[in-house]
């Protein structure tokens, strides 16, 4: 009896224990009384539908330096990450055999000058002596036909003057041309901008359109994000848009430029280019972009009002009774400094909106401010 006793008196307690067990909306339940705080219903409104993607800051303007000639990189004078002005000599060509072909030209071009000035003197003189002639035939001393062997002569020489003419103009341009092709050697930048890529190393033979630097225009810059193909037809130029670079914490502003119509039929997106105002960015910048598609119906609240406990978040409810009820909701989307509410609230219900420091879950409202 002694080991049993203790046994029964336990039991006899945890009965009478649950005897005085309160259920939840009881009377007898004594709720911690809250005041000082404001409330506010929560409304349904129309808000922009908003499409969201991932993006990338590009150059506007992209400039390809491509070789002119067939030749060995002799040097290159820029690295990646320079920046470099029009006119600069970004690396040369092996051009000996350029050289050579300009030597040839200036010769020719002096040999066809000598030729020019005898070719000149010829037809000089042939033109006195078709003159002399004319003189002796008008005074009956000489026949026709002496007369029209002189002339003849006369006439050939203004031909082969004239030749001689464009034979130098021709040889004059060939210097010209071979002098160009020497200057391809010397490649020089179109644009300014920065290097940012370079296609060739010292010694690697360039062939006529090869790709030997990529240079970006960091003053004119654009974000290419690609949109899902539902909203092909929702776009249009000149459009605002929101962009954020999450590695500045910063937001910039920007208008659609242009819209790539063609579908990716991978990815089942198209392009969309979208002109930035911001400044002090560079290519390649990681971005996030956000379009707006349309309009919908929705419940926003500020961010303050949210009450955040661990991973959950919610917002004070006051319901029947003024009691005050920990709600969890779940957000959407970004609103300026509101957060829209996706589940978890009802238009029309009544939310604590300052005061949320004293307010306490389960607690009864007392002199609340609307």
């Not at 150059?59 to 990189?73: M, N, P």
Request: glycine letters at 10%; charged letters at 25%; proline letters at 3%.
């Amino acid at each position: 009896m002694k080991k049993i006793l203790p046994l029964v008196i336990i039991i006899g307690l945890s009965l009478a224990g649950c005897g005085d067990k309160v259920e939840p909306g009881s009377a007898d339940v004594k709720r911690p009384v809250v005041s000082g705080v404001t409330t506010s219903q929560a409304r349904i409104e129309t808000i922009p539908r908003y499409y969201e993607t991932t993006a990338t800051v590009r150059a506007g303007t992209i400039t390809t330096v491509a070789s002119r000639l067939l030749g060995t990189v002799t040097s290159i004078l820029v690295d990646e990450g320079e920046s470099v002005s029009t006119g600069q000599v970004l690396l040369t060509l092996d051009n000996s055999d350029l050289s050579q072909k300009i030597k040839a030209a200036e010769s020719a071009l002096r040999e066809a000058d000598n030729a020019l000035a005898a070719a000149k003197s010829n037809k000089e003189l042939a033109g006195v002596t078709h003159e002399r002639f004319k003189n002796l035939y008008d005074e009956k001393a000489l026949s026709r036909q002496e007369l029209n062997q002189v002339a003849t002569r006369d006439e050939i020489a203004g031909y082969e003057y004239q030749r001689m003419q464009a034979l130098v103009e021709r040889t004059r341009a060939g210097l010209e041309e071979a002098r160009i092709f020497g200057d391809f050697a010397r490649v020089t930048s179109p644009v300014n901008g920065i290097v940012t890529r370079k296609h060739v190393d010292l010694g690697s033979m360039a062939a006529p359109g090869m790709p030997l630097l990529t240079i970006e225009d960091p003053a004119s810059l654009e974000v290419e994000a690609w949109v899902a193909e539902s909203h092909a037809g929702t776009l249009v130029k000149g459009q605002e848009v929101e962009i954020a670079i999450p590695s500045q914490a910063r937001q910039v502003a920007g208008r659609i430029s242009d819209i790539v119509q063609a579908v990716d039929p991978a990815s089942r997106t198209f392009l969309v280019k979208i002109a930035l105002d911001g400044k002090d960015l560079q290519p390649g910048l990681y971005a996030k972009v956000r379009i707006a598609v349309g309009e919908k119906e929705a419940m926003l609240l500020p961010e303050k009002v949210l009450v955040r406990k661990g991973q959950l978040v919610g917002v004070y409810t006051v319901g029947g009774g003024n009691i005050i009820t920990y709600r969890l909701v779940r957000t959407g989307q970004r609103h300026d400094d509101r957060l829209e509410i996706l589940s978890g609230l009802s238009g029309g219900e009544t939310i604590i909106t300052e005061g949320i420091t004293q307010t306490v879950d389960g607690g009864i409202l007392q002199g609340a401010q609307n």
